[in-house]
């Protein structure tokens, strides 16, 4: 059981690139979020997913898409990167099943480290 | 912006209880007290929540005052492993499932040896 895996775990952009951070949960939750942490700053939500098929944005979307085709992942996608999007980004998943309530539990991955250049 | 305000760094002994204090004096009737902690840079992990009454569970107790404008995170008997950036967030117990966090800077608790 790995939990809340994030890949890649280290990138480098330049201006203008794209790409997609991938984020996976063996734990068959059902909610899950993309957050970004800045230096010295708390964690800010960017996007979040109740199920599969659907997201919704966050505090901090604009700049991001993001996509959760499959229940157990969720990606995050940068179409024209800025340097502003230097950031940790972290993503985290909750369930409603099991014990009862625990939503407020989110499980966070290991975060990806990505400088754009 | 974060409904919170924490201390930006603490100190505790290894073996001596840690107390880290956190003013929510603007927290609605329906908006509950949560606590996590970042290690390291790690994803944060969650340790405690509280409404009105006191908690406890195996990592650490909850303390919120009678007028709920205040608590107080306790974790017992620190060890090196509790060095880390702990978050208090304030949030609605959500009723469509949804926590959307706002986490603020915390505090930052340096356990001694």
């Known amino acids: 059981n790995a939990g809340v895996t994030q890949t890649p775990k280290f990138r480098v952009l330049k201006t203008g690139q794209s790409m997609t951070l991938l984020c996976a949960q063996d734990?068959?939750?059902?909610?899950m979020y993309w957050y970004r942490q800045d230096p010295g700053m708390g964690l800010r939500l960017i996007h979040y997913s109740v199920g599969e098929g659907t997201t919704a944005k966050g505090e901090v979307p604009d700049g991001y898409n993001v996509s959760r085709l499959k229940k157990q992942n969720f990606l995050l996608g940068l179409e024209s990167a800025a340097p502003s999007q230097t950031s940790v980004y972290f993503c985290?998943?909750?369930?409603?099943?099991?014990?009862?309530?625990?939503?407020?539990?989110?499980?966070f991955g290991p975060g990806t480290r990505l400088t754009v250049t | 912006d974060a409904k919170t305000t924490q201390p930006t760094s603490m100190d505790c002994a290894e073996g001596r209880a840690a107390n880290l204090p956190c003013n929510h004096s603007?927290?609605?009737?329906?908006?509950?007290v949560y606590w996590y902690r970042q290690i390291h840079s790690q994803g944060p992990q969650y340790i405690i929540h509280?409404?009105?009454n006191n908690e406890t569970n195996e990592m650490a107790s909850l303390i919120i005052t009678e007028d709920r404008k205040s608590s107080t995170l306790i974790l017992p008997h620190a060890t090196l492993r509790d060095t880390a950036v702990y978050y208090c967030i304030v949030s609605p117990r959500s009723t469509s499932g949804t926590y959307k966090y706002i986490f603020g800077t915390g505090t930052r608790l340096k356990v001694l040896a």
């Open positions: 603007t927290i609605s009737g329906n908006e509950y």
């Open positions: 509280g409404l009105k």
């Open positions: 985290a998943s909750s369930t409603s099943t099991g014990l009862a309530g625990r939503l407020y539990e989110q499980y």
């Open positions: 734990m068959n939750h059902e909610y």
